[in-house]
T-cell receptor
Framework: AQRVTQPEKLLSVFKGAPVELKCNYS??????LFWYVQYSRQRLQLLLR??SRESIKGFTADLNKGETSFHLKKPFAQEEDSAMYYC?????????????FGKGTKLSVIP | DSGVTQTPKHLITATGQRVTLRCSPR?????VYWYQQSLDQGLQFLIQ???????AKGNILERFSAQQFPDLHSELNLSSLELGDSALYFC?????????????FGPGTRLTVL
């Protein structure tokens, strides 16, 4: 079955330190991958998707099909990056699709 | 504020009961998605409606059903409730039927089954 794994429930880093939130997936086809973020007391929102290959709020994520990973990175963490981050996998087939989320990683940036 | 509204904010009910959760999408959005977020299962996609028609099903139980009305608001019906159905239920909306396009989430309805 298709699966998304975020191995860290909680990740704490100091302000200014690099951040890497890990996401591994299992899917044999061509997936679409996303990162969603939920800041405290705010709604879940899309952060970025791999097909757009853009940097949002300084975050980037590269799809590595060989390692089946889609890790989220930022060179210098900011306090406002503290939030819950979810990796999601979208795969289509037989006229429908499935959207699977990881269980999330809580990022805490220490001032 | 994404413009997606959900009512009620909180719902407390007993096992075996039936409840209805309501979602109003952003103006102009034709798709509505429903999600369940629980401590043990995480965030799970339940179902999508596009312009009144069911578009895709995820991990939705047979006890659960949804519909989208002509004014595009949607309702999620949960019946024969069990303790394990306690969760936060989100809806999201987007302009098109493509689930890969940006979805705008509502604040959620917190359901507690006692």
């Amino acid at each position: 079955a298709q699966r998304v794994t975020q191995p860290e429930k909680l990740l704490s880093v100091f302000k200014g330190a690099p951040v890497e939130l890990k996401c591994n997936y299992s899917y044999s086809g061509s997936p679409e991958l996303f990162w969603y973020v939920q800041y405290s007391r705010q709604r879940l929102q899309l952060l970025l998707r791999h097909i757009s290959r853009e940097s949002i709020k300084g975050f980037t994520a590269d799809l590595n099909k060989g390692e089946t990973s889609f890790h989220l990175k930022k060179p210098f963490a900011q306090e406002e990056d503290s939030a819950m981050y979810y990796c999601a996998l979208l795969y289509s087939g037989a006229g429908s699709y499935q959207l699977t989320f990881g269980k999330g990683t809580k990022l805490s940036v220490i001032p | 504020d994404s413009g997606v509204t959900q009512t009620p904010k909180h719902l407390i009910t007993a096992t075996g009961q039936r409840v209805t959760l309501r979602c109003s999408p952003r103006s102009g959005d034709l798709s509505v998605y429903w999600y369940q977020q629980s401590l043990d299962q995480g965030l799970q996609f339940l179902i999508q409606y596009y312009n009144g028609e069911e578009r895709a099903k995820g991990n939705i139980l047979e006890r659960f059903s949804a519909q989208q009305f002509p004014d595009l608001h949607s309702e999620l019906n949960l019946s024969s409730l069990e303790l394990g159905d306690s969760a936060l239920y989100f809806c999201a909306s987007s302009v098109s039927s493509d689930p890969g396009n940006e979805q705008f989430f509502g604040p959620g309805t917190r359901l507690t089954v006692l």
